[in-house]
């Protein structure tokens, strides 16, 4: 089956909707997804199916400009990422830049989104939109693997103490049953580079954030090679989930992921910022559990 085919295929299939008239008309070539959600929604077989999506992946790298969705307006493209989620058992997310938006806080979000020069209004309904995508953390059956680099809890695009709400988010999201979230520390030697971000959905396609835009991969062989390096980056023996540490001899004492997760707030030494972060909201941003201090060095002990 050709394109043409293909467009033919996709007008018998016509439902009232503008896109899809563009698809018939051939103005506008359907994307995977597009294919994808018309013969789900018809309820074709499985080998229809099939046939219509082979002819969709020969196009399987796909660019779309950010430009162009700033028309369409930005909260639609996350009504959009959260159906492709919606349909999604395991996904895999690598972020070497900044907090994946499925763990934002409404603040570090609003800064994200905030860069991309939209309207009051415009951000308030991306912001709800990217926030409404995180419901998935919490539905039953979902396997939700994210690997962050360092950097991520060091890059300050927000306020210190907005940043502390953030990092206690990753804290509070790393414990929840669906969820595994690991650091790639800054002291580890690597075998591989982070290179961008990208979305692995099941192993059925990929989604790489450029500058100028966002790409979908579909090709299996190209999917296999994303895999690929996300697991590179998870088997590394010294990666810990950020958990909270084990009590020991009547000290808490953080594992390596939640110093890293301390030290990105605090550094080394929190001392100079206690006239400004006392003890006591360590213990209301969570990183002490709750009738313990701070102390030097950074552990979190029982009062004496």
Known sequence: MNKAELG?????????????????????????VD????????GVSEAVKAEYMSVARAAATEATAWRLYRRLGYHRKQQQIQAVESRTTLLRLFQPALVPGLLQTPEYAQAVLGRKQLTPDQLVRAVGARLARQSILYEPGRQLRFIVTEPVLRWRIVPPLVMAGQLDRLVAVSRLPSVDLRIVPLSVR????????????????????????ELTVSDPRDVSLYIEKFERFAE?????????????????????????????????????????????????AGMCPS????????????PS
């Open 190 to 213: 690597q075998t591989d580079f982070p290179n961008h971000s990208f979305s692995i959905k099941d192993d059925r396609m990929v989604t790489v954030e450029t500058v100028h835009a």
């Open 291 to 302: 009738g313990l201090i701070w102390s030097v060095p950074p552990i979190c002990r029982w």
């Open 35 to 42: 294919v994808e959600q018309i013969l789900t929604a018809v």
């Open 8 to 32: 033919s295929a996709l007008r018998a299939l016509r439902q009232a909707s503008g896109r899809l008239s563009k698809i018939e008309n051939g103005s506008v070539m359907p994307s995977v």
């Open 236 to 284: 590394q023996p010294l990666r810990r989930r950020v958990v909270w540490g084990r009590r020991r001899r009547g000290l808490w004492v953080r594992r390596p992921a939640q110093s890293l997760v301390v030290e990105a707030l605090f550094g080394t030494n929190p001392e100079p910022y206690w006239s400004t972060w006392p003890p006591s909201s360590c213990v209301r």
